[in-house]
């Protein structure tokens, strides 16, 4: 399975933006899927996560309140719906699939945890 994600674009900041995260040969309906992001000179972190089925998500503090995490399995599709958007969100975002049931019970943060990734979306914010 690859995942391809997209949505990503320059924007204003206190913009928004809505990334998707769409396999490719394949479906990952029973995966738990993350969204990491990866701004210059920096190393990648985690920012959000969600279970196969919907129903648990987690957030990293510093987008709490502004991204929303959700899935809409029959259309094989994850969305990261990004409010008020900061500078300092720049960066390439990068969507992750992996098995497991630990997706149901915290947030997945390893990317050494996920199974399969995507090729990234660039997100810039203008001040």
């Known amino acids: 399975v690859q995942l391809q994600a997209s949505g990503g674009g320059l924007v204003q900041a206190g913009g928004s933006l809505r990334l998707s995260c769409v396999p490719s040969g394949g479906t990952f309906s029973s995966y738990g899927v993350g969204w990491f992001r990866q701004a210059p000179g920096k190393e990648r972190e985690f920012v959000t996560s969600?279970?196969?089925?919907?129903?648990?998500?987690y957030y990293v503090d510093f987008v709490k309140g502004r991204f929303t995490i959700s899935r809409d399995n029959a259309r094989n599709t994850v969305y990261l719906q990004m409010k008020r958007l900061k500078p300092e969100d720049t960066a390439v975002y990068y969507c992750a699939a992996g098995r497991g049931a630990r997706f149901d019970n915290a947030p997945v943060t390893n990317p050494h945890d996920y199974d399969y990734w995507g090729q990234g979306t660039l997100v810039t914010v203008s001040s």
């Open positions: 969600i279970s196969w089925s919907g129903g648990t998500s």
